[in-house]
């Protein structure tokens, strides 16, 4: 019989109890951490461009993107530039129905989608801006793919609401761009939130960015 002395085999107990904790949290972590891959490795290319005057226009790359199918036919995404906590912009797309190819005519006045274009600025102190949109936004993947890339053509853009002390300086305009966003429908409802949140308090009121 082979006899351990207690501080041994105490020993041995604490260092299985940190294994079995470490990989709890490891299997725990695991799914936001693959998130956070994924979403990071989107990449979204938007401009805005005035009508009165095509010179001026905010170029926007967003750094991240995902999204979460609502129904069959319709879905939320949501593009970032810089940290969730503290985004320098961001932008909320309602696509309320797909566009079957083939059948459906890309006409100037077609719309399917709503989006909301947030300037959020590089500090606390920076006027937030909310600019409004609607338009006709075209998925190149089925919804419900691990990564969806989608084609905005034009839709017509507008300052909808602002902080006191924001210049617009581009006025009425128009967006269009490329966007490609990771399918994560926990991870967008709860970004969705923070946005609401970083307006309310950027605004001192809340604001809704979905559902207009």
Known sequence: ?????PSTVASAL?????????LALMLLTLPMLMVGCNASQTRSNVQM????????????????????Q???????????????EQPTKAMVVRLHWVPRAGATPLESSATNATMHYIIFGEGEASPVAIYSAAGFVFPRDRL???????RLLDAKAHLADAADGFDDRIGPSRLSGDMTVAHDPEATSGLLDQIHALIHERLGRPRLVLGE
């Open 144 to 150: 419900g793919r691990d990564t969806l890339r989608v």
């Open 70 to 84: 609502d129904d069959e036919s319709s879905a939320t995404m949501i593009l970032l530039r810089g940290p969730a």
């Open 14 to 22: 604490t260092r299985r109890r940190l294994d079995v904790a470490l």
């Open 49 to 68: 461009r005035s009508v009165a005057d095509r010179s001026e226009r905010i170029d926007a790359r967003f750094d991240s993107g995902m999204y979460r």
């Open 1 to 5: 019989m082979i006899f351990c002395r």
